[in-house]
Nanobody, 115 residues
Framework: VQLQASGGGLVQPGGSLRLSCAVSGSSFRIVTTIWYRQAPGMQRKFVASVTSGGSTNYSDSVKGRFTISRDNAKNTVYLQMNSLNSEDTAVYYC??????????WGQGTLVTVSS
């Protein structure tokens, strides 16, 4: 399983970005896809997750602003981020867990929220 994250960039406070995580390889084995983020000097933290059945979960810090979704036809998971603020600045990583509970990581994509 390979993960390719994309969509990061520079955005002004209050703006929006959509991140993508394209899953290739044995994607049918994936049961959960998760977005994490890591701010400078901080530990990596959970942001949002979506299961193969479509159940979603969010951290309190992004609930109501971020939406995670999946397009099964494209084997891609999206993270729509709205009302961004400086505290959302981080490297965002996608992670996938398969039916054997093996975790896969994609490379990070940098999101910078600044005026």
């Amino acid at each position: 399983v390979q993960l390719q994250a994309s969509g990061g960039g520079l955005v002004q406070p209050g703006g929006s970005l959509r991140l993508s995580c394209a899953v290739s390889g044995s994607s049918f084995r994936i049961v959960t896809t998760i977005w994490y983020r890591q701010a400078p000097g901080m530990q990596r933290k959970f942001v949002a997750s979506v299961t193969s059945g479509g159940s979603t979960n969010y951290s309190d810090s992004v609930k109501g602003r971020f939406t995670i979704s999946r397009d099964n036809a494209k084997n891609t998971v999206y993270l729509q981020m709205n009302s961004l603020n400086s505290e959302d600045t981080a490297v965002y990583y996608c992670n996938a867990v398969d039916s054997s509970w093996h975790a896969y990581w994609g490379q990070g994509t940098l999101v910078t929220v600044s005026s």
